[in-house]
């Protein structure tokens, strides 16, 4: 019998990206999932790929930064289903460019899904999994949460703030049989890097995009099954994919060589965009 079946799992965000490859997996695998997502409009797809859609899976729309909406939905499916076993706080937007360029209003809106929107996911479940006695909440970061970041001082902030919380979060939830996990998805072909924003202006020009249309970065579903089988783990932090741990190792050893990296991709890219 699968690990997963007759699990009943939150997912934020799991209608595009890594979310959307949780979501299947999990449903595949006989759980119950419960998907929350601000953007509906994939659901369509979503339930045409998904023969046992109405037995195993409810979407509804649900803006992650909003604390009395994400309350609402944990106590509604907690009455459910009398458990909850997952909580996956995975949505999470992009808004790129140099810090210079950013208006105080998109940081903050950064922060509030990134950030407090896992904050929110945690505060509203962690009462009932300390209540039943176990659970599993599992925090999507990024692999710039680990590291530094090019151009992305705000999402960088963001995710690495949900890694200090995340690490802290798992010490003292363990006493109360809760699991914590991090995960931290490095380039995957996902639908957010064309959902971002891009502050700065040269960053829009035809040859920068180029740079960032590679079609050897895989997809959430070519690691989906590694992913899955690390949470089942309970691993503290789990590296999607597997190979990009060796950007983590190799900062740690010389923290100012991807610092130095990052520096020469943002001056390539603005002597691209003057071509």
């Not at 999990?26 to 929350?36: F, M």
């Not at 949505?91 to 790129?96: D, K, R, T, Y």
């Not at 998109?106 to 006695?133: H, L, R, S």
């Not at 914590?180 to 639908?191: E, M």
Request: charged fraction near 20%; hydrophobic fraction near 40%; aromatic fraction near 10%.
């Amino acid at each position: 019998m699968s690990y997963y079946k007759s699990k009943v799992a939150i997912i934020t965000g799991g209608l595009s990206g890594i979310g959307r490859a949780i979501s299947l997996f999990l449903i595949q695998q006989g759980a119950k999932v419960i998907i929350a997502d601000i953007n509906l409009e994939k659901s369509e797809d979503f339930k045409s790929t998904v023969s046992s859609m109405e037995e195993n899976c409810e979407i509804l729309k649900i803006d992650v930064s909003n604390f009395d909406a994400m309350q609402i939905l944990v106590e509604q499916t907690y009455d459910k289903y009398k458990k909850i076993d997952f909580m996956f706080n995975n949505a999470g937007i992009g808004i790129n460019g140099e810090f210079q360029d950013f208006k105080m209003n998109e940081i903050k809106k950064v922060m509030d899904v990134n950030f407090y929107g896992v904050i929110n996911g945690c505060y509203t479940v962690y009462p009932i999994m300390k209540k039943q006695g176990f659970g599993h909440i599992i925090n999507t970061s990024s692999l710039l949460g680990l590291i530094p970041g090019g151009l992305t001082s705000a999402y960088s902030a963001s995710k690495h703030a949900v890694v200090g919380f995340s690490q802290t979060l798992r010490s003292e939830a363990k006493q109360y049989g809760i699991k914590v996990s991090l995960l931290c998805p490095g380039q995957l072909k996902t639908n957010i890097d064309k959902a971002n924003i891009n502050v700065s202006e040269f960053m829009n020009s035809e040859k920068n995009k180029e740079l960032n249309t590679n079609n050897k970065i895989p997809t959430p579903e070519k690691c989906i099954n590694k992913i899955m089988r690390e949470i089942k783990r309970n691993k503290p932090i789990v590296i999607a994919p597997y190979y990009e741990r060796l950007y983590w190792f190799i900062y740690r050893l010389f923290p100012n060589a991807l610092i130095f990296l990052f520096y020469k991709i943002t001056m390539v890219m603005k002597k691209n965009a003057r071509l």
